[in-house]
């Protein structure tokens, strides 16, 4: 099947190594983003995300790899392509509005070359996009914090980068804002059809915002995938950990399709290799344990968290295995309480003890 132009593959890093004097910071990271998509690299602090994001914008020289932009090389380990070449827009955490100049100056500061009328239309077109169509004459500081990254936004679009790097860009504001600009910052590039990678620490906003998250753990890419599948699929018993809540279920793999554990037997429903009589472990998020008042499995409430929609209960199994469980909150219990218990898992995915 042919792609559309849409659907081409805008952005290839393959197989790239980054580091200084030496030492890979890092390490044989490949990733692709297609035309209009929205990726993220989402891992903990000195994982590497910022090294991989200042790669690609041009400001560190590759040790080995290559990075590919619409069919061109802007990086190998020989080449390196000026950042102010690249077409790549940045926007960052401490967003840097130019103090002295207005909205529109600001927003207009990368469009010297263009002619002025389309300036004028550029940035017009933008402040709608932004919703802040009457602050064009107001300077940043008269801003709320949400208002100036949105305009930080906005001059990074302005000249139509190919590409928008996005370095925590929300890690400056409190939580009910960015809980709100990060779906409208998404809208916001749908609409420029800007493909746009975002480095954060924070999973729900790289499920938020991004089409394919890259979890990176030690300077690797461990998953690349849909939100979906890095939350339900995960490959690596790190990134099970580091995406949303979750236990490990101890089993005994008895043949191909099925494994013994504390809940009892589960089927596997993927080929895998493990051995007959392998001890494994199964992933059991919170939403794969429910409380059932008619199941036979019982196990102790030791803590409770209230979430408004539903409880999260930490529950104690017979087996003296703890889990995560979720029960609606009209099922309000009490700590010490036993409850009914059943696991609802579509698919296992299990790891090497
Ligand atoms: N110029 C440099 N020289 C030597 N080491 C560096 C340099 N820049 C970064 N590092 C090291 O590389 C590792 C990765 O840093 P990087 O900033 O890429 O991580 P990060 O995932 O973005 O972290 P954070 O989320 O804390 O910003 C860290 O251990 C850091 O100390």
Redesign the pocket.
Known sequence: MNNTPAELTQFAINNITVG?DGIA?VKDASLTLNNGQIGSLL?P???????LLRALAGFEPLMSGDIVMDGNTYSTASFTLAPEQRQIGMVFQDLALFPHLTIEENIAFGLHNWPKAKIEHRVDKLLALVGLEDMKKRYPHSLSGGQQQRIALARAIAPKPKLLLLDEPFSGLDAALREALVPEVREILLKERISALL?T?DQMEAFAIADKVAVMYGGQIQQYDVPHTIYHEPATRFVADFVGEGDFLSGIVLDNNRVQSSLGILSINKPHNFAVNQAVEILVRPDDLLHDDDSDILATIISKRFRGSHFLYRVKLESQQELYCFASSHHNHAIGEDIGIKLDLDHLVIFEQ
């Not at 602090?45 to 090294?51: A, D, W, Y």
């Open positions: 200084h910071i891992g602090s000195g994982c590497g995300k910022s090294t480095v620490h």
